[in-house]
Every structure is written in C-alpha cells, then in structure tokens.
C-alpha cells in the first residue's frame, strides 16, 4: 500500500521533482565548480558537444514520438513507437543527460543517469497498466515484441505518419521552448559564475611601472 502511494505522488509530480533535481544539481554546479570556463557553443571539451548532441537527439526523438502518436484513440505502433514502447520517456532521459554533460559536471551526469531512470520505474509500470486496461489484448501482444526504452539492433522503424497538427496537438512545442529557456539559464548561470565582478590587476615590476612612466611622460 506505502509502495503504490508513492509510486503515485512519484507518477502525478514527476515534473516538480524533476524540477527540483535541476535546481540542486544546478546549485552544486555553480557552487563547487564555479561554472563551466567557457560558452555553451564550444567545442573545446568532450563531454559539452556530447551533450548538446544528446539534447538535440532527445528533442528530435520526442518530436517524431509526438507527431505520430495518437493518445485520445489508438494504440500507436508506428514510427518510433515499432523501436520502443515509450520514446517520449527515452527522449526526455536523453536531454536530461545531454544537460548535464554541457555542464560538464560528474556529479550532475551520474545524478541525471540514475535518478531519471528511478523515477520511469514508478510512473512507466503505472501507465502501462493503464494502457493494458484500456487496449487489453493489443497491448499486450505490442510489449511482448517491443522494449520499453533501448531498440533492438539493427534500427529497422515501422511505418508511421509524422503529422504537424498532432505535434502541436501533443504540445510538444513546449518540451523544445523550455529546452532552450534551460540551455539560456544555464549559460547566463555560468557567465555569472565564471566572470568576475571586478577587473583583477596584478602588481607590477618597478622596472615596468617605470618604462610605463617614462613611455607617457616622452610621448
């Protein structure tokens, strides 16, 4: 009984522990590393362009999962649903990693890989329950066939129409926007971090301050 609650309050506010989550991770971040030394663009360490990679692959995965799916009517099969059961989930783990690897940070990385998967087991276990309640036996001939979150090799998608008026549908725009406000927030975070509030000046050599005197009062 303590089990499923929490695996309820864990399911209807994964949004507000996710948010919690950034802001902790965040705040080591900032607070034990001081940032990242150089702007979200570079490609001047590994792990960044890694992530940037893996958030725009989780956002294009998202976008393709909700622009075929069908969530008021049918089961959907389809595009990557034929690869996975939940390619909206794998896409959102995606750019939860893709975040913290930008941030260069180990402890935010190995945070994002184990809490967000600990999180699926509550709510992914609830919703497919309900799936099964509702599609019964089509459901359960479609999960025994197809993984929940890694695609069998070679990637082979079955066929499935990508429609605009269902992404707008599934208000995935919002995923992309809040994706951006994140990578801006991050990067005006770190530009904070990172940048002194005052120039620092480093004393002189007597010989240097006076060639410096001798340079302007000649000229």
Do not use: C
């Not at 864990?10 to 001081?34: K, N």
């Not at 362009?49 to 069908?70: E, Q």
């Not at 069998?152 to 066929?159: A, I, N, Q, S, Y």
């Not at 990067?187 to 940048?195: H, K, P």
Request: proline share 8%; net charge positive.
């Amino acid at each position: 009984m303590i089990a499923a609650s929490l695996g309820e309050l864990i399911a209807r506010y994964r949004l507000h522990l996710s948010f919690v989550l950034f802001v902790a991770v965040a705040a080591e971040w900032l607070v034990d590393d001081g940032g990242r030394p150089h702007p979200i663009l570079s490609l001047v360490d590994l792990p960044h362009p890694i992530g940037l990679a893996l958030i725009a692959l989780g956002l294009g995965l998202r976008s393709w999962a909700a622009g075929v799916i069908d969530k008021r009517r049918t089961l959907t099969t389809g595009g990557p649903y034929s690869m996975v059961r939940h390619p909206l989930y794998a896409g959102s783990y995606l750019i939860g990693v893709g975040f913290a690897a930008s941030m260069e940070d180990g402890l935010a990385i190995v945070a994002a890989a184990l809490l967000i998967p600990a999180v699926y087991a509550f709510v992914v276990p609830r919703e497919e329950r309900l799936l099964a309640e509702r599609f019964g036996a089509a459901w359960e001939g479609y999960a025994a066939q197809t993984p929940r979150f890694v695609p069998r090799l070679p990637l082979r998608p079955g066929p499935g129409q990508w429609q605009w008026r269902a992404w707008r549908r599934n208000r995935e725009w919002r995923v992309l926007a809040r994706t951006v406000a994140v990578l801006v927030l991050l990067e005006w975070l770190n530009d904070a971090a990172v940048s002194p509030s005052s120039p620092v000046t480093t004393p002189e050599e007597p010989g240097a301050v006076l060639t410096s005197w001798t340079g302007i009062t000649s000229s």
